[in-house]
């Protein structure tokens, strides 16, 4: 199999999706906590910073920002602003229908 022919993830997902009824209900139950997730490990990256210098920059533990990272979980509106008042993340959503959203900020 050639590097070409492989699919990519967003193509997995979306026949994931289209065939798996419970695999579309929990991708969309976390997709609100993988979109932080991804901001908080892009201002890692972006900043060189690990994930115990980031949780003491914003005054939490290694292990709390482990579990945001997973992306299982949605973290709470006081979870947002501490990571926000101590990095200078911005979070901005839209609750429509009973989904969360985070818009871009």
Do not use: C
């Amino acid at each position: 199999m050639k590097v070409g022919d492989l699919k990519t993830s967003q193509q997995v997902v979306d026949e994931s999706q289209d065939q798996d009824p419970a695999f579309r209900a929990e991708w969309n139950r976390t997709a609100f906590a993988r979109d932080v997730a991804l901001r908080i490990v892009r201002y890692r990256a972006e900043n060189g910073l690990t994930q115990t210098a980031f949780a003491r920059m914003v005054g939490m533990t290694q292990s709390v920002i482990a579990r945001l990272e997973s992306g299982d979980q949605p973290p709470s509106i006081a979870t947002l602003a501490k990571l926000s008042a101590g990095s200078g993340l911005e979070f901005e959503f839209k609750i429509s229908h009973g989904i969360v959203e985070v818009e871009a900020a």
